[in-house]
């Protein structure tokens, strides 16, 4: 595969790793650097092939640039995949290697969890490299991000709220949350617990089960929790749900939920905006757990983390001021606002000073 090509002169770095007697075959992408160094997770999957595990570094690394420049983050966006099947091979030496690995890069790129890795695997990367973010609590760790995130895409909610309704609360909304797993299950507390009626769904019936249980919802068939006449529509489980088969039978006025990757192509985002559906950009309402993540490299606080997830209610506004006054689709914007503030930031930071380009900061050092 002709790799160059496939990175479009778009990416700045992206480093492949082989440790044979470990079995570790691995891929940091490093997108951008610009506004600080590269932070993203390691996904752990047995892929198809080489081509599928390039093709999914590239594109979540790159993903991962807007997601920390929207959140306001001193963060670049990278992303790691290690290849082949964590319940087979994963071991504590091949993480060892890993972590010797991503330590050789020295600090361009900090790794997290994702799809099969898990905080145990982070803390024992950490055990040969400091760039690692995750860990246990012991260590400086931040913990399970899915109730910080869900407090996020509250916060969110609350600006869609005010973009379509000009009301400051959901309280009297009908919203349909699909899937009830460590994110939905939260995000339904705090709609619950702020006057909104909800409906939710998921495919596995205990989920389900202990939601109604714990909050007394309404639920619908996993398949049509889309077609809900509701408000909001939450989508808070897989990606590509925003597609064209579920696009005509929408029954909301917000699409607005954690899962990432909600569009199934990015045409879907004007699709949405045609049809006066109002879409809160999927990587800026979900930031919270990235926002929690990243203060562990200043020392994990909970308060500051908590206030800087507060940024997602004014970010999400501001991406909706941006669509109506420039008369683009709110993903649109999204996009334009991570890419502005990376051209304004970045020019910032040509500016030579003594010692390097402030991220001393980002260590916790100023
Ligand atoms: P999770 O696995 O705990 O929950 C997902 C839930 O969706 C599960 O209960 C699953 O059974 C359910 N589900 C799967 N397919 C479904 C379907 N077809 N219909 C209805 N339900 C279905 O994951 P999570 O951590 O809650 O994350 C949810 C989404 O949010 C994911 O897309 C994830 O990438 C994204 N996200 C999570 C975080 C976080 O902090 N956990 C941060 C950012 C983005």
Redesign the pocket.
Known sequence: MPVFDALGGEYEEVVFFHDPPTGLKAIIAIHSTTLGPALGGTRFYPFASEEDALRDVLRLSRGMTYKAAAAGLDLGGGKAVIIGDPKRIKTEELLRAYGRFIDSLGGRYITAED?GTARDDMDIIRRETRYVTGVAPEFGGSG???????YGVYLGLIACAEEAWQEHSVSGRRVAV????????HLVKHLVENGATVVV????VD?VARTVRDFGVETAE??K?HAEECDIFA?????G?IRDDTLPELKCRVVA??????LGRPEHGEALAEMGILYAP?YVI?????I?VADELQGYNPERAKSRVEGIYRNVREIFTIARERRMSTAAAADKFAEERIGKIGRVRLYWVPGGRGWAKIWGRA
Do not use: R
């Open positions: 799809i399970d991000p899915s109730p910080v995130t869900a699909q899937g009830v797993g460590k994110v939905g299950y769904s998921d495919v596995d989920a996993p398949e929790i989508p808070c489980a897989m990606g749900v939920g954690s899962a990432n990757n909600q999927d979900n930031a919270g757990g990235l929690n």
